[in-house]
């Protein structure tokens, strides 16, 4: 009884499906980093791209980072202010 109400089925057959899809995405992505097809990302817009380099700005990955999570950092610290 108790086995049922914790691990009840997914209702729709894709929500079934996704940890297959993920497993075997994920599988593929880590085959390709091993074999050396590393993939080509960022976590900043337009850091590989291949216009031209003298009007872009350039950013650290510590000031990147600090510009975007300061924000969420700043308002998630004022309300353990506001509400105590």
Do not use: C, D
């Given at each position: 009884?108790?086995?049922?109400l914790v691990f009840q089925q997914p209702p729709n057959v894709y929500i079934r499906a996704l940890p297959l899809i993920t497993l075997i995405s994920l599988s593929f992505l880590g085959f390709s980093e091993?074999?050396?097809?590393?993939?080509?990302?960022?976590k900043f817009w337009n850091v590989g791209?291949?216009?031209s380099k003298s009007n872009q700005i350039k950013l650290s990955s510590k000031t990147g980072?600090?510009?975007?999570?300061?924000?969420?950092?700043?308002a998630g610290a004022a309300s353990f202010a506001l509400f105590p």
């Amino acid at each position: 009884m108790e086995h049922s109400l914790v691990f009840q089925q997914p209702p729709n057959v894709y929500i079934r499906a996704l940890p297959l899809i993920t497993l075997i995405s994920l599988s593929f992505l880590g085959f390709s980093e091993i074999i050396g097809k590393h993939l080509q990302y960022s976590k900043f817009w337009n850091v590989g791209s291949h216009h031209s380099k003298s009007n872009q700005i350039k950013l650290s990955s510590k000031t990147g980072m600090l510009v975007i999570y300061g924000p969420a950092f700043i308002a998630g610290a004022a309300s353990f202010a506001l509400f105590p």
